[in-house]
């Protein structure tokens, strides 16, 4: 129901633009998120954003560089990703829970994509 996309490899400072297409029922009145997780490493929080798109969270890691934004009309959510790092380098999920504000724990949320990759190269 969930779909990523736009993940692949890219050099230190570039940017890459993550998109996560609903299918099979709406999710304009779900908060969403993205997360990601590095290999050995536990899944972390790296954006949400609530159901109308009028407030968004980020971590701190992220915060300045990455934007999350969301097309209700398309059902769509995005991850504009700039000023790439090597430790940004992860699988990238989106998700889904059923409120009007999101949360920066994984196990909140009760929709997942499958994930897409992301490599930065230093």
């Known amino acids: 129901q969930l779909q990523a996309s736009g993940g692949g490899k890219v050099q230190a400072g570039g940017s890459l633009r993550l998109s996560c297409a609903a299918s099979?029922?709406?999710?304009?009145?779900?908060?969403m998120g993205w997360f990601r997780q590095a290999p050995g490493k536990e899944r972390e929080f790296v954006a949400t954003?609530?159901?109308?798109?009028?407030?968004?969270w980020y971590a701190d890691s992220v915060k300045g560089r990455f934007t999350i934004s969301r097309d209700n009309s398309k059902n769509t959510l995005y991850l504009q990703m700039n000023s790439l790092k090597p430790e940004d380098t992860a699988i990238y999920y989106c998700?889904?829970?059923?409120?009007?504000?999101?949360?920066?724990?994984?196990?909140?949320?009760?929709?997942w994509g499958q994930g897409t990759l992301v490599t930065v190269s230093s």
């Open positions: 099979g029922r709406t999710f304009i009145t779900y908060a």
């Open positions: 998700a889904a829970r059923n409120t009007i504000v999101g949360d920066t724990t994984p196990n909140q949320f009760t929709h």
């Open positions: 954003i609530t159901w109308s798109g009028g407030s968004t």
